[in-house]
Structures are given as C-alpha cells and as structure tokens.
C-alpha cells in the first residue's frame, strides 16, 4: 500500500485516463465544468459545419479549415479531461488496493456470556464484540476492551513496525485490516459495515465523494462569468461586423472564443485539486476533506504541543536532587516505589536511574500499594502504600500544593533547584510522601533538530505558533526560546487548548492542531485543521479532519505547507491562463480583420504567417499549454516560505509576466510550423 502510494505514474494509470479522457467527453460529466463544456459545445458546431458546409453558408473552401478547427478543439477538450482523469488514476490504483485488504475477513464474535459465533466481518455492527487472537486479521475498526496485542498496521501505514494496543488509554483505538501478531484482544466495534476507516479511506482516495471546496467553487463562478461575458463579446461581434460590412466565419469566431476564456485554468482545476489531496496522502496523512487541506492552506495559527512534537518526548530521569534534610539515597527510593507501575517513559525512566546509580528500596514497603495513574489534570502520579502512607511525584506546583493541603511545609531550596532545572529545559518533578517533599527528578527532553528552521519558516509565511504545555513556566520559556516558537502556555490543561482556539477564531484566525488523546477531541473539532494521530483514540480521530498515519504530530508543519502549495498552485496556474489571452488576442484580431481593414496587420506584432495559420496557431497553443502544465499542476508551484503578500507579488511576477510572454513565443514557432501548410 505504501510502496503503491509513494510511487508515481504507472503505464497502466496513463492508459486508463487516455481512455477515461474520452468517456468524461459525455456532455452531463462536461456539464460539471462550464469553461470545458463552453468548448465542446464549440467543438459539436465546428463539426457540423465541417460535415454540411452548405447548410451554414460556408463554402467547400472552409472544410480544410474548419476541420482543423475541430480537431484542435477536440483535443483541447480531451487534454482537460485527461488531465482529470491522471490525477484521479493515482487514488483509484490506491483505493483497488485498499479494497483488497477489505477482503472477506472472518470474525470471532462474542454471543451471550460465553458463545462465539463466526461470521464475516461485514456483518458486524457497532457494539459488538470480537476475540482476535495472534495471526488474525482485525474485522474492523473498534476499541481494545481486553487485553494487549502487537499489531501489524502496515496495511493502511505502510509501516511495518508492529505497535502495541492496549486496553483503557490512549492507545486503544485499532483498525480494521490490521493484523495482529502477537497475544490476543477483545474489541469493541466502533462502525458500521461502510463506514469503517477504510472505507472511508477509499471513498477518499478514489475521490468518490469528491466535493468542490469552497475557494474552489468561488474560482468556479469567476470563470463561470469571465466566460459568459467574453461569450457575449463574440456574439455580439458577428452582427457588429457585418453592419460595418465584414463577414466573420463562426469557427473563426469559435476559435477566438475558446482563446478568451480561461480554458487552461478550467481544464487544470479540478486536478490541481485531487493532486493536493494526494500529495496529503503520499504523506501518510489522511485529510477527511478537501477542504480540509484548503483550510491547512489559510492557516494564521498552529498549536503544538511541547513534549513529543517539537522535543522528542522521550523524557529521561538524569539526576535526583535531594532537597532539606533528606539524602538522596531516600529520595531515590521514594522516586522508584513512585513508579513501580507507571509506564510512560518519565516513569520506566526513574527506574532505570535508580538501578544505574545503584540505590535499592524497600519491596516491603511497596508491595500491595494501590497505583495511582498519571493524569494530566493532576500532574503527577504515584503509589497509596497499605501502611497508609501516600507517595506522589509530578509538576512541582502541582506537588506542593498537595503537600501544602496536608500541612506539609515546603523545603527552603525546593524552588532554586526546580529553576535549575526548568531554566536548562528539563522537567523538575517533586517527590514527596505524604506532607514531606523529598527532592527533584531531573527529566531530560531535548528539542528536536531542525524545529528552529521551520517555526522560522512559518514565520516568515505569517504562521503564529503557540506552544501549550503541561510544564512549568520556567522550563516552558526555556524551551519557547531554544525551539524559537512565538507564544507558549505553560501548566496548560487540556481544556486550555480549546480555550487558546476559541480565542484566536474569535480574532479572525484559521486555527491548526494535533492532539491523539481523548481529552483532545473537542479541542481538535473546535480548530479549523484538527490533525489527529493515527495511534490516537477513536474519539480524537472521529473530531479531527486529518489523521496522521505516522503518528508525528509535527507533520502539521508540512500539512500547511501543502495547503498553501495548493492554494498556490490554483492562483498561479489562474494568473498565468488569463495573462496568456493577450497574445492570443494578438494573433486572431488582425487574422478576422485583415482582408476588410488592412490597417490591422499592425497589430500583427508577431508578424505570423497568413490569417488561418495565425488562428490555427493561436488555437493549437491554446491546447498543447494544457498537457503541457498538468506536471505543475499536479507536483505544485515551487515553494517558498514568503508571507502571503510577498508570495503574492512574486507569482503575479512570475505567472503573469510569464503568462504574457510565453504565448508570443509560442505561437510564433507554432505559426512557422502551421505556416508551412496554410
Ligand atoms: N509519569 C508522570 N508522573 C508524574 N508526573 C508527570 C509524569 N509525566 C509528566 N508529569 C508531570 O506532569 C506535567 C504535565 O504533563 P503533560 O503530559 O500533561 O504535559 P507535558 O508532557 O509536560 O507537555 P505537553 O502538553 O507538551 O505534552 C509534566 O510537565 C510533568 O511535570
Ligand atoms: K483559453
Ligand atoms: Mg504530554
């Protein structure tokens, strides 16, 4: 799947949208595009008239030319349907591969208390329950509910390094299609039959529920109009021409036509739409919607978590810090019984260090201690001993204020090491047992490489990034300023970040996010680009517009990226379609007018061979920019990270400088070709 996703045009997708070029030729399907369809209405009149030249007024001299005409026409229409068609091919090659792993998986369902019955998976609903044990495939989307198992997710990641699922958590959400490798779960069904994750990922890729985005219809209506109005022109151009005593020929008034309206633009639209949605996808992000990455594109303001998205999260305990009167031989052990059974890495981490620095503990003390988790409302994590005692770590404002609930005094230079610490970047974390503080963990994260570089790319591309954090203010700063980000929050709890994305909406601000955890999924559908990760929970996938499949919550710094391409992409390809009609304009209006006011061949500034080769000219380039732009308009414009209105000037430099000039060079070597027949 992923090799099938990364790859590039195949002979089999180019053959297929040859084909496909012809069937998308059915006026109904040309309907869907105004400025295409303007031209194959143009294409079925130039026909007619090749085919009876006498039941229009036209003499058998025309034939020659008015076939031309058509043929040229025909083609135009054909490239912009082929264009359509090759950008849609590469979902379709996806989505028949997906559908293969879709294939008649069984499942174990649970009935009544005991029973298990074996049906196929496309039978099962939401609710129900399935056993799947080591080697099977998983029968569809749902919640680990028992148990824990490694499982094989390259089917929909490509990655395949198995991940662990587990019941309860953060990790619990798994995915129909996927196998599992090792042990055994029970899950809990999440979907119905079509409705499943991948299902929804091949009505994605094959582009079946296609919808035109918002900027997209808007630009729509535009060439919607500038085609009616240039329509009009040409129509009313006949009557004007013979009052004044000049016979215009209606395929040359065709041809004129077609230059005018934007007809490259209208050919390459819609596949400059499903390229963005793909090079999303090649990226291992699954966007819910076009307008989704439309939406990434327009972003003013990103929200990033510290640990795990812009440092590496791996938070490693590298020194106690004994404070008052404690050793820290005491404060090691009260640290590792702490954390017997906390399984993040902070805790596993405390472990290790104990073990390396060679202190021990009591297993007396500690056995039958009721574990007490690690929440992020909380901020710490810890043991209730069956002595009664209570032992907690975690944030140290968090910690103090727990001891100070119980009477406890807080230790002279608690504050002055936890600075230390938090100033370096690390995370403090108090150790206390009931009312005494013990001392510091020293947490080590480290930014990661390269994240200074993007957050100043953003910047420069007028992206506002907020860094919100659980951690203190102190080491938040530190980190802020190391990784360079502009704001930071720190002792955020979850519910902060919906606060943060309120705030800026209410600012006028398009807002972007990621977030994997439950706690999350209001937070990721409040913001406009809400990027969960694929090893998230249910919950955070279904509110999100994106999943990342890879799980690396600071893709969201390309998903912009590749929104502003796309957008991008659109405005150029628009800028450089509507600058070519000066050209065209050039060599068809003293081509129509030449023979009655031979004053007009001043106008013939690129001095073009004869009347019918200046139009043929102007029409063949007309038709060959199309093919010749669908590499651009499915890779996207070359990117740089320029705020919008620098970006802006530079492309109308660029495409509409570009846009005037090409077609007179264009046009000339075609007419010294045509010129040769005609
Ligand atoms: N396993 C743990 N046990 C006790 N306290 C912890 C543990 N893990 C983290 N903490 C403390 O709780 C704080 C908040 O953690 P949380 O995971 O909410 O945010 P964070 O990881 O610091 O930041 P971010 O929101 O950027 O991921 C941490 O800064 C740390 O002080
Ligand atoms: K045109
Ligand atoms: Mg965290």
Redesign the pocket.
């Known amino acids: 799947m992923s090799a099938n996703r990364k790859s590039m045009l195949t002979a089999a997708i180019v053959n297929r949208a040859i084909k496909i070029s012809f069937l998308k030729l059915n006026p109904r399907s040309m309907m869907k595009n105004p400025v295409m369809f303007v031209v194959e209405v143009g294409t079925a009149v130039v026909l007619l008239m090749t085919l009876f030249p006498g039941a229009f007024g036209g003499t058998k001299d025309d034939v020659g030319f008015n076939a031309a005409v058509f043929f040229i026409l025909l083609v135009t229409v054909l490239f912009a349907n082929f264009a359509e068609a090759l950008a849609e091919g590469r979902g379709k090659a996806q989505a028949d591969a997906l559908k293969n792993t879709k294939k008649d998986i069984q499942a174990r369902k649970r009935v009544g208390a005991q029973g298990v019955a074996i049906v196929a998976s496309t039978e099962l609903r939401k609710g129900d329950i399935v056993i799947v044990e080591q080697g099977e495939m998983i029968p569809g989307d749902g919640e680990v509910i028992e148990g824990l198992a490694s499982v094989d997710e390259s089917a929909i990641t490509g990655e395949s390094a198995p991940v662990i699922k587990e019941a309860g958590g953060d990790f619990s959400s798994v995915t129909g299609g996927t196998r599992v490798v090792s042990d055994r779960i029970v899950v809990r069904i999440t979907s119905d039959p079509g409705e499943t994750f991948i299902d929804r990922m091949i009505s994605l890729v094959e582009g079946a529920k296609r919808q035109k985005t918002p900027n997209e219809l808007a630009l729509n209506t535009l060439l919607t109009s500038l085609t009616l109005i240039f329509l009009i022109v040409i129509v009313t151009l006949g009557p004007i021409a013979k009052y004044l005593g000049i016979e215009l020929q209606v395929p040359v008034l065709i041809a004129l036509l077609v230059c005018l309206i934007p007809t490259t633009i209208g050919g390459l639209l819609s596949a400059i739409g499903i390229a963005g949605m793909d090079r999303v996808t090649r990226f291992n992000v699954l966007a819910m919607s076009g307008k989704a990455v439309e939406a990434a594109g327009d972003i003013n303001t990103v929200i990033l978590?510290?640990?795990?998205?812009i440092t590496y999260?791996n938070?490693m305990a590298c020194e106690f810090a004994s404070v008052g009167q404690s050793s820290e031989k005491e404060l090691a052990s009260w640290a590792v019984i702490s954390s017997l059974q906390?399984e993040?890495p902070?805790?596993r981490s405390v472990l290790e260090l104990s073990k390396k620095l060679g202190f021990s503990y009591d297993e007396a003390i500690a056995a039958d201690g009721v574990f007490v988790e690690?929440k992020?409302e909380t901020?710490?994590?810890g043991v209730d001993l069956r002595d009664g005692r209570q032992v907690r770590?975690?944030?140290?404002d968090?910690v103090k204020k727990w001891v100070a609930a119980q009477g406890g005094t807080i230790p002279v230079d608690l504050d002055a090491g936890s600075d230390a610490i938090a100033r370096e970047g690390g995370?403090?974390?108090a150790v206390a047992v009931d009312h005494r503080i013990y001392g510091l963990i020293y947490?080590k994260d480290t930014v990661k490489p390269g994240m200074r570089d993007r957050f100043e790319q953003m910047r420069q591309m007028g992206i506002k990034t907020i860094?919100?954090?659980?951690?203190?203010p102190l080491?938040a700063a530190t980190i802020a300023r190391e990784a360079g980000v502009d704001e930071f929050i720190a002792e955020?709890k979850p519910e902060d970040k919906i606060a943060v994305i309120r705030r800026e909406q209410s600012e006028g601000k398009l807002v972007a996010m990621t977030g994997d955890g439950t706690n999350d999924a209001p937070a990721l559908a409040q913001a406009d680009v809400g990027l969960a990760m694929n090893s998230g929970t249910v919950a955070a996938k279904e509110a999100a517009n994106m999943v990342d499949l890879d799980s690396d919550p600071s893709k969201i710094i390309e998903v912009v990226s590749i929104g502003k391409q796309l957008l991008m992409t659109r405005g150029a390809l628009t800028t450089f379609s509507i600058a070519n009609d000066i050209a065209k304009y050039f060599a068809i209006i003293p081509a129509m007018f030449i023979l009655a006011i031979p004053e007009m061949s001043v106008l013939n500034i690129m001095g073009l061979g004869s009347p019918k080769s200046a139009i043929l000219s102007a029409l063949i380039f007309n038709a060959i920019i199309i093919p010749l732009l669908i590499p651009l308009a499915m890779k996207g414009v070359a990117y740089k990270a320029l705020s919008a209105s620098k970006l802006l000037s530079r492309n109308i430099i660029v495409y509409g400088l570009g846009g005037v000039i090409v077609p007179f060079i264009g046009i000339k070597l075609i007419d010294l070709i045509v010129h040769l027949w005609v």
């Open positions: 978590d510290k640990t795990g998205t999260g938070r906390d993040t902070e805790g690690f992020a901020r710490m994590s770590k975690g944030a140290v968090a995370t403090p974390l947490l860094m919100c954090t659980g951690d203190n080491t955020s």
